[in-house]
T-cell receptor, first 120, second 106 residues
Framework: EIQLVESGGGLVQPGRSLRLSCVAS????????MHWVRQPPGRGLEWVAG??????????ADSVKGRFTISRDNAKNSLYLLMKNMRPEDTAFYYC?????FGSGPGDFWGQGSLVTVSS | EIVMTQSPATLSVSPGERATLSCRAG??????LAWYHQRPGQAPRLLIY???TRATGITARFSGSGSGTEFTLTISSLQSEDLGVYYC?????????FGQGTKVEI
């Protein structure tokens, strides 16, 4: 059974940093690209960042480019999102998403989400 | 970033009726389009990818069509478990993007 378990969410002050982690199981992690997708409470989905199977390609939404960094450790079956200089508008549930393929593609499995709240 | 526009914002349908949801891309994306369903309090679930291919375990009541910039998701006979919000997503390049969602009410 495929599982994606996010951790690291919580309350953070504006301007501070936070790192989210996602541990994957039930599939060959280094065969697939991964994404982070976020959803402010009560609102729609926003793609945040994506990374190819081998760290060779990454992409970011304009809203987070230069502040967020996506990375992965295939030896640990783990995906990360380092968020710096955080803003109140970054408040959202953050989902770890497995992509159906090694590059850009649809998200075929989603974690349950980790809530990040940016507030003073 | 490619802008995705969904319509209508809300769709009210009776059980057993057909529901048609639309999604328009701001530029051509070939068939690099997916549809997701999100129930309240749950993570989204992949329904359709490649514009028309059903994901594993998805009932044949769901069908997708379209290519280029215009796409449609059809639910042939709405069931109570189909309520929630439906999102389209383009993945034509690394900078994927979602539509704003269509809420299906029963």
């Amino acid at each position: 059974e495929i599982q994606l378990v996010e951790s690291g969410g919580g309350l953070v002050q504006p301007g501070r940093s936070l790192r989210l982690s996602c541990v994957a199981s039930g599939f060959t992690f280094d065969d697939y690209a991964m994404h982070w997708v976020r959803q402010p409470p009560g609102r729609g989905l926003e793609w945040v960042a994506g990374i190819s199977w081998n760290n060779g390609s990454v992409g970011y939404a304009d809203s987070v480019k230069g502040r967020f960094t996506i990375s992965r450790d295939n030896a640990k079956n783990s995906l990360y999102l380092l968020m710096k200089n955080m803003r109140p508008e970054d408040t959202a549930f953050y989902y770890c998403v497995k992509v159906d393929g090694f590059g850009s593609g649809p998200g075929d499995f989603w974690g349950q989400g980790s809530l990040v709240t940016v507030s003073s | 970033e490619i802008v995705m526009t969904q319509s209508p914002a809300t769709l009210s349908v009776s059980p057993g009726e057909r529901a048609t949801l639309s999604c328009r891309a701001g530029q051509t994306i070939s068939n690099n389009l997916a549809w997701y369903h999100q129930r309240p309090g749950q993570a989204p679930r992949l329904l359709i990818y490649g514009a028309s291919t059903r994901a594993t375990g998805i009932t044949a009541r769901f069908s997708g069509s379209g290519s280029g910039t215009e796409f449609t998701l059809t639910i042939s006979s709405l069931q109570s478990e189909d309520l929630g919000v439906y999102y389209c997503q383009q993945y034509n390049n690394w900078r994927a993007s979602f539509g704003q969602g269509t809420k299906v009410e029963i």
